[in-house]
């Protein structure tokens, strides 16, 4: 890929498939240990082929809340095995790297929820984005994905929302829903937060025909260039229903292998700012660690919380699916 652009199906003109013994011996430890793959779509592309599902965090959460394996491993960050434990807690649940973790999910406290509480009583919901810790997701409401926050935001009886712990993906739904009073949290996400808007300037003044296609996590200025404002799901599927030809892609680079996938044959280019944006965490989980946790069962993942805190934090996943489901 130079400066950031791919021809769609490249990959696949490549020939031979170089992780078929791998994809032979997968298939076997999966059958030893009644297991199931699930990756996210900014892991590395050659975990993704190994992946018996790819998808972005709600379509996991969903996924994970309905298959029938005993054992989920999930290729992706320390959160999302948490609420793949809180959905299935029956089932066994490994991550590949456990040190794997967001960032983001960590930037709220506790305070900020107690006197958003005090401050608007009834009439307040504390929505949680899913890209959260056990704990946080254990003081609020309902959690949300960046591809259903929107939706279920407008669904609340309440008014007033405290949105936590992305402050991006809050403005973002602030501004879809002005009948709602949103109050925002400091937190963000570093890799969506460090996209720079002079490089995506300089890019769209290189492609001018090039749709910009960027995620919710982006800050406010970097948004305001983009065409299509969506999911790292929502991303991937207007590329591949687009009749354009073009597109400059706003979100971790792993996505590029999807799209290159779903839109083989239509002649597609994709291009990423100058410093292609990349998630260090979500780059541990190899394909070495992949094939030792299933061999191992290594990095099961353990619900810390107990009693009353498990059962709220489960109930904010469960109503996100309810309403999301709507």
Known sequence: MEHGVATAGDRLERGTDPLAHLKRAVEELKATRDAVILAHYYVAPEVQELADYVGDSFYLAKLANSLPAE??????VAFMG???KLLNPEKTVLLPEPAADCPMAHMVQRRTIEEARAAWGNDLAVVCYVNSTME???WSDVCVTSSNAVKICSELPQRHLLFIPDRNLGRYAAEQLPEK???????FCPRHQAI????LIDLKEEHPGALVLAHPE???EVLSEADFIGSTAGIISY????????FIIVTVRGVLHELERRCAGQGKRFYFTRTVPTCVNMDM???????RCLDRGTGEVEVDLTGAARERARAALDRMLELAAR
């Open 71 to 76: 054992t989920i491993v999930l290729a992706g």
């Open 82 to 84: 948490e609420s793949a």
């Open 136 to 138: 946080i997701k254990s």
């Open 181 to 187: 009073h949103v109050i925002l949290n400091k937190g």
């Open 196 to 199: 720079s808007l002079d490089e």
């Open 218 to 220: 982006c800050t406010e």
């Open 239 to 246: 590329a591949e229903a687009s009749e354009a030809r073009e």
């Open 285 to 291: 989980i190899t394909v070495e660690s992949l094939v």
